[in-house]
């Protein structure tokens, strides 16, 4: 019943709240055990909480009902903590799959790619975004695509790429 109502707290954009109430069971087994971290993880994810929630989702990683769905949150994590090639050996696969979360995985793979300096693979990678999401680029990977370009001393797409920067106003 307690995890429940946290449930609910969750489901209803109350995370104090469901953290309440999942901080009364969190430890205790049971069926709940693994859905309790993975919310509480969460929770402490969206607060900018990043250490703590990168602990319980490395945990959650040995679970197979959550494993993908933690890698996920692990990949991400890495990258914003400047992991990069930790990042990146957890994304490259998660890219793959056929799931919502390829192209957020491979805008990570392609960003951890640039930011090592592996131009030629961040350029690969970020063809990969726009194949995935039918040429929807964000400015910031038009950015790191000039960018890659010009280490790369094709000034002509590079040129091309950072021209996209500058097209919206700020």
Do not use: W
């Amino acid at each position: 019943l307690i995890f429940k109502k946290g449930y609910c707290y969750f489901s209803q954009g109350e995370h104090n709240l469901a953290i309440a109430q999942f901080d009364k069971i969190k430890g205790q087994e049971g069926d709940y055990l693994n859905s309790v971290k993975y919310y509480r993880a969460h929770v402490f994810y969206e607060n900018g909480n990043l250490d703590t929630a990168l602990k319980i989702f490395l945990e959650l990683e040995k679970d197979d009902g959550f494993h993908t769905a933690a890698s996920y949150y692990v990949a991400d994590i890495m990258y914003l903590q400047g992991h990069y090639a930790e990042a990146l050996r957890y994304a490259q696969p998660l890219s793959e799959l056929t799931t919502g979360k390829a192209i957020e995985m491979s805008r990570i793979v392609a960003d951890c790619h640039f930011m090592l300096g592996e131009y030629k693979q961040a350029l690969a990678s970020y063809k990969r975004v726009a194949d995935l999401s039918h040429g929807k680029l964000l400015r910031a990977d038009y950015y790191h695509i000039g960018l890659a370009y010009t280490r790369l001393e094709d000034y002509e797409s590079a040129a091309t790429n950072l021209s996209k920067v500058t097209s919206e106003d700020d």
